[in-house]
């Protein structure tokens, strides 16, 4: 096994690649209200972890979990885990795709199995506006390169010499004696039906390659019309006006302190309001998720700067390998509409007044002074059951909402199932004790509500004066 292959058993969190050809093609300074950018992203190890999940930023620097940080896709197909997500639009912007590597890591699957005999297949769903989704469908795109033992970090760029995408991706393979990856390539119109793969990218002896990402650069903007950046030990960087074409190495990052050995999975985006652009790099090595740099001439290294102190915020939820792409004003819209952010709030007991709904441990109860203060915070969200109905995400646990299960109180993972959907949602009507007030009506369990007794969280019919007072509560900031 070669050195990177390795090191990625023992080390990689994450391979990935995305799409970000869709980029202004005009340099020129945006308007104020200039729509933003929606990134597509997995979020960790696990079943969980390893779907999809969306946030959005209205500068390319500071993003906003969207779904309150849960997952909005969830796959049913393959290995039932996806990552390294790439946002494919198509050129008349009427279609959309998100093509995933097929891999779930820590749920019966280890990164041996998946680097040695993986899936060969691809995660695919459509769109035709942004928000309303396929089932995924699995494409199988390295069943037929000899030796090949998994598809890993797939991108698509749209080629305007041939009229269709180019679809590539990285696949351990031996070739000419030597087990690698490499990065493979074939066409596709429809992301169903694929051209006979080829060889694509590779590099010289052992040295592997996982991670490749295009950036079609606008007329003017540096000595190339595309770059791609690529993880083969270092982030380097190369320079082509053909995306079959031949290639010119640029140089890499290393000028800045950062290898391969320290950051992978390069995302573009363009900055709308200036010329500038930001590669982001998944700081897999220290767990720490993606980090922008920032360049005004992507052909160049030597242009290439880390952000200042605190001049970026990457939201709630960790982000890692995945794909950002700049929105039009009526696809932010619909984004936004679909999947909005929520009011951070707290719930007060009625009857303690000076005691609030919290979670420690994952439990649920009522408790004065509460610290840390998030632990109390929860943002009011659509139910994720149905129309007109609540549910309550935790501030400081993205994704975890509070949720019944033997009709005791948890914070616990959106896992992306009906039932735990049900068991989340709650009808908010007049207080029981006092209609200024509210109580919380179970959503499957419409004779119950959320009240405490002794203190925890409970969800109990209420018969008693007592249990009015225990199931009523204000919503507060």
């Not at 990402?213 to 053909?242: C, F, H, K």
């Not at 679909?338 to 408790?367: E, G, K, M």
């Not at 369990?445 to 959320?450: G, L």
């Amino acid at each position: 096994m070669s050195v990177l292959l390795s090191r990625l058993v023992a080390t990689v969190v994450a391979v990935g690649l995305l799409v970000t050809s869709q980029v202004l093609t005009t340099p020129q300074r945006a308007a104020a209200a200039e729509p933003g950018h929606l990134m597509v992203h997995f979020t960790g190890e696990g079943p969980t972890g390893q779907q999809m999940y969306l946030s959005h930023s209205t500068d390319g620097l500071h993003w906003n979990d969207l779904n309150g940080g849960g997952m909005v896709l969830r796959s049913t197909v393959g290995t039932k885990g996806v990552r390294d997500p790439a946002l494919v639009r198509a050129p008349g912007g009427d279609k959309y795709w998100i093509i995933a590597t097929d891999l779930c890591i820590d749920c019966g699957q280890s990164w041996d199995d998946a680097v040695n005999n993986g899936s060969r297949n691809l995660v695919i769903w459509e769109s035709t506006d942004l928000v309303t989704w396929s089932q995924p469908r699995l494409l199988d795109v390295a069943g037929a390169i000899p030796d090949g033992r998994n598809a890993w970090a797939p991108e698509a760029v749209w080629n305007p010499e041939t009229n269709d995408y180019v679809l590539y991706w990285a696949t351990n393979a031996t070739l000419n004696g030597v087990l690698k990856h490499r990065i493979y390539y074939a066409r596709t119109t429809d992301f169903r039906t694929i051209t006979a793969p080829r060889l694509y990218i590779d590099r010289p002896g052992t040295q592997g390659i996982i991670d490749t990402q295009i950036l079609e650069v606008p007329s003017g903007a540096g000595g190339y019309r595309y770059v791609r950046a690529s993880g083969d030990g270092q982030i380097t960087l190369e320079g082509g006006n053909s995306i079959l074409g031949t290639w010119t190495n640029l140089g890499n990052l290393s000028g800045i302190g950062l290898t391969g050995s320290q950051v992978e999975g390069p995302m573009w985006m363009k900055f709308k309001d200036r010329d500038e652009w930001g590669l982001y790099l998944d700081q897999y090595a220290s767990g720490r998720g993606y980090l922008p740099v920032l360049t005004t001439d992507p052909s160049a290294p030597g242009t290439y700067r880390l952000p200042a102190s605190g001049s970026y915020d990457m939201g709630g939820t960790k982000k890692r390998h995945g794909s950002i792409l700049n929105l039009t004003a009526a696809e932010e819209s619909r984004v936004l509409a679909r999947w909005p952010s929520a009011a951070i709030n707290r719930l007060q007991s009625y009857n303690y007044q000076d005691r609030y709904v919290r979670h420690t441990n994952f439990d649920v109860r009522i408790d004065p002074d509460v610290s840390p203060a998030q632990d109390a915070q929860f943002r009011l969200r659509p139910g994720l059951a149905g129309s007109g109905t609540v549910s309550f995400e935790s501030v400081n646990f993205p994704a975890y909402f509070l949720r019944h299960s033997g009709f005791d109180f948890q914070l616990a993972p959106n896992d992306g199932t009906a039932q735990f959907a049900q068991d989340a949602t709650f009808r908010q009507v007049a207080g029981l004790a006092d209609a200024a007030w509210s109580s919380f009506q179970s959503y499957n369990h419409p004779d119950r509500y959320i009240r405490h007794h002794g203190f925890q969280l409970r969800l109990d019919p209420v018969t008693t004066a007592t249990g009015r007072s225990d199931a009523t509560f204000r919503v507060t900031s």
